[in-house]
């Protein structure tokens, strides 16, 4: 019912920069909040940075000052702007929504397919 497909991904030296967008498609009626998760080999999928309809963000702590998250909720996209990268942020990185597929029902998460992000030392 709801597609979520992320581009920008690639490979970066450390200090640099990396923008990842997500679109999201199909039946919807609602966005909630809208963001970004990664998982690292070995590591628990944890939150990034994420948006609420409203404008309020969320960071993970080891990313505040660096990233920066945007929506467009007219265009139902969110996007992820990453700058002075580390190695240790190097994972593959989700776009995930919490979106309402009928006017009366609690919004559902979904998630897109990831996008690799490998910062080089």
């Known amino acids: 019912q709801v597609q979520l497909v992320e581009s920008g991904g690639g490979l970066v030296q450390a200090g640099g920069s990396l923008r990842l967008s997500c679109a999201a498609s199909?039946?919807?009626?609602?966005?909630?909040?809208m963001g970004w998760f990664r998982e690292a080999p070995g590591k628990q999928r944890e939150l990034v940075a994420a948006m609420t309809s409203g404008g309020t963000t969320d960071y993970a702590d080891s990313v505040k000052v660096r990233f920066t998250v945007s929506r467009d909720n007219a265009k139902n996209t969110v996007t992820l702007q990453m700058n002075s990268l580390k190695p240790e942020d190097t994972a593959v990185y989700y776009c995930n929504a919490n979106v309402a597929t009928s006017a009366w029902g609690p919004p559902s998460r979904y998630w897109g397919r990831g996008t690799q992000v490998t910062v080089s030392s």
């Open positions: 199909g039946r919807i009626i609602r966005i909630d909040t």
